[in-house]
């Protein structure tokens, strides 16, 4: 058989850091739940599936413009392979093995920054970020630090302080 892919280009697992933005940053969270080798994550501005379900099934207006975003995402016009909306509502029906929340436990021996932006109005600060510190210090994290920035979703006019942060 081929020799596992970390022994052979040498990759050392315990400096992995995933990163990932909003709906990305959700996706590291839960890779992160899933393999104890990642020791470091950095979240910015994650999407948590619970609250996002919640708000997307209780406003049409808001589903269908997310609906468009995600099929505009998708391959072969968009740079992501996956079902577009259809994943997006499968995920809404069924947000369980994607909440941040229910997924702290098998994290919070991590190494975690989690940022979240006052302005930010597409994954608020109360509704998405401070439920899962909560959780995350609830289930015993001591390595979590919880970043909060005076900006919007993109992190307009802070891109600097972001990267110093980061680093």
């Known amino acids: 058989g081929q020799p596992d892919f970390a022994s052979k280009h040498a990759v050392d697992t315990s400096r992995i850091i995933l990163v990932g933005h909003c709906y990305g940053g959700a996706m590291a969270f839960n890779y992160a739940a899933r393999h104890p080798e990642i020791r470091h994550v950095i979240l ?22 997310l609906d468009s975003a995600f099929d505009s ?11 577009g909306k259809e994943d997006l509502r499968t995920m809404v029906q069924n947000p369980k093995p ?6 702290a436990p098998k994290v919070a021996d991590r190494n975690i920054l989690l940022v979240t932006g006052w302005d930010d109005f597409t994954t ?29 979703h993109g992190f307009r006019k802070v891109r600097e302080q ?6």
Not at 98 to 103: A, E, G, R, S, V
Not at 124 to 147: D, F, I, M, N, W
């Open 44 to 65: 910015l501005e994650p999407v948590e599936p619970g609250e996002f379900a919640r708000a997307y099934l209780g406003n049409s207006r808001l589903a269908a413009i």
């Open 162 to 167: 972001l990267a110093d942060e980061v680093i």
């Open 98 to 103: 994607y909440d941040l929340l229910l997924n």
């Open 124 to 152: 608020t600060t109360e509704g998405h970020h401070l439920p899962l510190y909560r959780s995350l210090k609830k289930a015993g994290a001591k390595q979590v630090k919880l970043l909060a920035l005076h900006t919007d």
């Open 73 to 83: 995402m998708k391959r072969p016009g968009g740079p992501v392979n996956f079902g």
